[in-house]
């Protein structure tokens, strides 16, 4: 948009916008590859054309294109500036770049300086890494006394957008004031852009600027136009209680002083936003606007204060009391207008959702379901389950649904219907529309009936059977979204019965073989539904339906995602036999190897759910044999498919892990064997009582026992270690991996119970910790498992002394019922959703790698350690970091000759701080000491901690050399008291 200026320029101005035209059209691709450049992953491949090169090869080449006499290469190197920050984020090229744009913004004409100015506020995060922010505001600075108000306006807006790092600028903060009083509307806008930068950054400037706009509001003078302008400004006087106070008094008399529509609807929005800011005034505001909403006969008036109810809801729902929630009830009940009923219902769909929902309910005498039964809100709810509009509907559900989930009583029955068939209704509305407001609208109907099956399981089998019905009469967009739900709802509930998984299959087969995304789709998630429905394994006749129906589809994708979900679920016969068919289908090398590992991991499972009792476990032992055969050439085809840029870490660490844990099992099983083959001789009672270690007695098991138990215990701190470092997994991911590591200590502490330490092992320190309602049937089949071998082991450590054959056959049935749940490899293994990494500069740095950092042993060494966030395509989607862990150690590596002893503090350093990224960036110091001559190793370890407090091992490690030379004044004092004991 071009900027305007004076009227009587105005013809200037049209000679001059044809020139800027031609150069608009060499700027504007670039610009658009400049906003997609946040989206492009850190350090990715060359793109655009471009060749890869080095931060300081970059920004020369960048400075060529502002030294050019051409107007369109000057504008082309600005706009590229956002992505040479976003590949190159550290602080020296971000001053020595910003200091540049200074340089042209202060010489350049007014179109270079709008380019400036853009990328400056695209690049908002990185303007804390400037350096020498004092020249970067001079240079700028400059322009603000240019005859041009175009070039003032400019300069205006620049120095607001960088009021996050000059908040208290006097010189700054004057020029604001000042241009507030011109005569051009360009600059006065530019002037009350800065001002509220200004404000919510700086209390001195907020309460200095308080005055001076409540003046001009009030003053006759200002257009109306501008006090509208003016007034969002107040928003940012919640610096201290007084100021806000002041504040909140005047617009109480503005909203009295000027009714307009135009200025109650600005004015209550920054009523609701200060409140909202400074805590104090949010009953109060949320009274004042439900009085509005009530007795303001204007449309528009109501909406803004529905909308700025439903963002009280969202930010403070705790705050809402029943009188509150109520009256937004009856004025939902008595409005003829959809729009504002749909706006009220959302409001109370978002207080449903949380705490204002019970303090509703429970604020009364009486038992929450006798409240929720005659409650205005439910009888809101109930009429709009039925309503011809279909997002009024939803929100109706949502609500009844939210309460029903928020009751603790049972007898809720008629609510519980009253939710089931408004879900049931306003589905079959919905699933005949392909429109994206009728899906969003079904998504959540579907979600809705997920929370109803989980919090009400006894509801669940209704549900389920309505889907499986609705399934036939549906288009493919609804059936694919159906059948999401369905698979939700079975991975909760095992509640898919043979009878309706063959539904579920009689609808795989009528699927058209059309190779549209719909169809393909909808292939997909019928077959995670079967998967899901199948605890017992598939059977051959929907393994044979199943690949026909797959041969006839063109599409690899889908296969492969079939595939993955056959593997998510246990179903390894299936999966290894698509796997299989997918390896002549692959476009790469890297892909040839990754689908072959898969494959022959998944044969290596199969061959455990195989497993067969016997007498000697000798099968047992034969089909791990096997299974580590197929893991072991997996993990070869896997290692081969890793490359630099997927180096597939997780991957790699789980399943080396997991070939650990198999051979532990086959020799604990082994071990448990040797009793018979190798029974204690007749004089290990006589060792035991001579050695007054009565697990003598037991023989030789007794020792192999103890390595077994320090085996497990290795395997589960392994599973730990991948559990901390997996900091982008997702939940179920990790639930996959605690679950492995509590396997292992449930054998270990079997091993001690039953024969090392019967006395001393504590039952309930083997408690294992887990979600009180499983997630998956894997994570069922597992706890099942661990507490019927608790059980079994007490009993036996109770009732027989140790070493029995009792013993060892809990442990070989332990060991064979954990091997027999087909192991699930969970999404993190295919798929990475969230992308998280950190990238740490240190300094001094050496000037080649090879060569270390000289410092003196009487000085010590600062150590500044900076480190940018780099995230994915979806930044916090399952944790966010709160702050990262730096630790510093060092060790002294070769020492050279020292004739005085060192005390050993002094040869190591082991320093931790904890830092706050601010913007994705974080910047400490750590002081070093090396007084000991000779070379140490500096070792930087990087770790996150999450908003939860948790820790996890993310890295990098970073090490640098650093050699400690001997300081001159003690080197010529040795030299001098040698001399003297050669003297003497």
């Not at 999966?575 to 898969?598: D, I, P, R």
């Not at 192999?704 to 701190?717: I, P, S, T, V």
């Amino acid at each position: 948009q071009i900027p305007r200026v004076f009227p009587d320029a105005r013809l200037l101005w049209v000679i001059v916008s044809v020139t800027v035209q031609l150069v608009l059209l060499n700027v504007v691709i670039v610009y658009n590859q400049m906003s997609l450049a946040p989206n492009r992953p850190f350090l990715a491949d060359a793109g655009y054309g471009e060749q890869e090169l080095d931060a300081n090869s970059a920004l020369m080449e960048l400075d060529k294109g502002l030294r050019s006499g051409k107007l369109g290469e000057q504008c082309e190197a600005v706009v590229r500036f956002p992505r040479l920050f976003q590949k190159y984020p550290f602080p020296i090229l971000i001053n020595s770049a910003f200091l540049k744009l200074a340089d042209v913004f202060r010489v350049g004409n007014n179109f270079l300086r709008l380019c400036v100015l853009k990328v400056t506020q695209q690049s908002e995060k990185h303007l804390e890494k400037i350096l020498n922010v004092d020249e970067f505001v001079k240079r700028i600075f400059s322009v603000i006394h240019s005859n041009d108000p175009v070039a003032r306006a400019m300069t205006l807006r620049l120095l607001g957008s960088l009021a996050t790092i000059i908040p208290e600028r006097k010189n700054a903060h004057h020029s604001i004031r000042q241009s507030l009083d011109s005569h051009d509307n360009v600059e006065v806008e530019a002037a009350i852009f800065a001002a509220a930068n200004f404000s919510a950054q700086s209390k001195d400037f907020a309460a200095g600027i308080c005055n001076k706009v409540i003046e001009m509001i009030q003053g006759l003078a200002t257009p109306v136009d501008l006090k509208i302008k003016l007034i969002p400004i107040l928003q940012y006087m919640h610096h201290d209680a007084n100021l806000a106070s002041s504040t909140r008094q005047l617009l109480q008399q503005l909203v009295a002083s000027y009714p307009s529509t135009k200025m109650v609807i600005v004015t209550l929005h920054t009523f609701t936003l200060l409140a909202a800011s400074s805590l104090v005034d949010i009953p109060k505001q949320i009274q004042l606007l439900l009085q509005y909403l009530k007795d303001d006969p204007r449309k528009a008036v109501k909406r803004l204060t529905i909308h700025n109810l439903n963002y009280l809801a969202k930010k403070t729902p705790h705050m809402w009391t029943r009188e509150n929630i109520q009256v937004l009830c009856e004025f939902a009940l008595q409005t003829p207008y959809d729009s504002l009923k749909l706006g009220t219902l959302s409001a109370l769909s978002t207080l449903s959702g949380t705490i204002a929902v019970k303090q509703y309910l429970y604020s009364v005498p009486g038992s929450a379901a006798a409240s929720a039964r005659s409650a205005e809100l439910v009888k809101l709810a109930q009429e709009c389950c039925y309503h011809s509009n279909r997002a009024i509907a939803v929100h109706g559900v949502t609500v009844l649904t939210n309460i029903v989930a928020s009751c603790q009583e049972n007898d809720l029955l008629p609510l519980e219907q009253d939710a089931v068939f408004g879900l049931e209704s306003l589905l079959l509305l919905c699933s005949q529309d392909d429109s994206a407001g009728t899906q969003s609208t079904l998504k959540t109907t579907l979600r809705c009936m997920v929370k109803l099956a989980r919090c009400r399981p006894h509801l669940s089998q209704s549900v389920v059977e309505f889907l499986l019905t609705t399934l036939h009469v549906v288009q493919d967009s609804a059936r694919i979204l159906m059948c999401h739900c369905l698979a939700a709802i079975a991975m909760q509930l095992p509640i898919l019965g043979d009878g309706m998984l063959g539904d579920v299959l009689e609808m795989y087969k009528m699927i058209g073989r059309s190779a549209a995304n719909k169809q393909q789709e909808l292939l997909v998630s019928l077959a995670t539904v079967i998967f899901v429905g199948s605890h017992a394994g598939l059977s051959s006749e929907v393994k044979t339906v199943i690949k026909q129906q797959l041969e006839n589809v063109s599409n690899g994708w889908t296969v492969y995602r079939i595939a993955r979900q056959a593997s998510r679920m246990g179903n390894h016969d299936m999966a290894a036999e698509l796997y299989q068919g997918l390896l002549t289908k692959v476009a790469s090398e890297h892909f040839y190897f990754w689908m072959n590992s898969l494959k022959e991991f998944s044969c290596g499972e199969q061959c455990l759910v195989e497993l067969q009792d016997d007498s000697d476990y000798s099968s047992a032992l034969s089909c791990i044999a096997e299974a580590l055969k197929f893991y072991h050439r997996g993990i070869v085809s896997l290692t081969a498919a890793s490359t630099p840029l997927n180096p597939l870490s997780f991957q790699c660490e789980f399943v080396k892990i997991r070939i650990d844990t198999l051979q532990a099992f086959s020799q604990l099983i082994c071990t448990c064997n040797s009793l018979k083959t190798s029974p204690p001789p007749a004089i290990a009672t006589a060792v035991a009582l001579a050695s007054g270690n009565d697990l003598q007695r037991c023989g030789r098991i007794s020792h192999q026992m103890k390595l077994c138990m320090e085996e497990f215990r290795n395997l589960a701190a392994l599973y730990s270690n991948l559990y901390q470092s997996s900091f982008d997994a997702d939940s179920a991911t990790l639930r996959n991996v605690e679950l492995q590591q509590q396997s292992c200590l449930l054998i270990a502490h079997a091993i001690e119970a039953l024969i090392l330490d019967p006395e001393s092992a504590s039952f309930q320190e083997s408690i294992l910790t887990g979600a009180t309602q499983a997630d998956s049937e894997y994570e069922r089949r597992m706890m099942s498992v661990f507490s019927t071998v608790l059980e079994k082991v007490e009993i036996l450590s109770r009732k027989y002394t140790p070493v029995s054959y009792m013993h060892t056959i809990c442990l070989c049935d332990t060991v064979i019922a954990l091997m027999k749940i087909p192991l699930s490899f969970q999404r993190y293994f295919f798929q990475r959703l969230q992308s998280t990494s950190i990238k740490l500069a240190l300094s001094p740095s050496p000037r080649l790698p090879s060569e270390p950092i000289t410092v003196q042993s009487n000085q010590q060494l600062t150590l500044k350690v900076e480190g940018v966030v780099q995230h994915g395509s979806k930044p916090g989607l399952f944790r966010k970091i709160q702050s990262v862990c730096l630790n510093v150690s060092s060790v002294l590596q070769t020492k050279s000759a020292q004739e005085f002893k060192v005390p050993i503090d002094n040869m190591t350093n082991e320093l931790e701080q904890k830092v706050e990224p601010h913007n994705d960036y974080f910047s400490t110091q750590f002081l070093l000491n090396f007084s000991v001559l000779g070379t140490h190793v500096v070792t930087v370890e990087a770790s996150v901690v999450d908003s939860s407090g948790i820790i996890w091992k993310t890295g990098p490690k970073t090490t640098m050399a650093i050699k400690s030379l001997e300081d001159p004044y003690s080197q010529q004092l040795r030299l001098q008291q040698q001399q003297q004991q050669q003297q003497q």
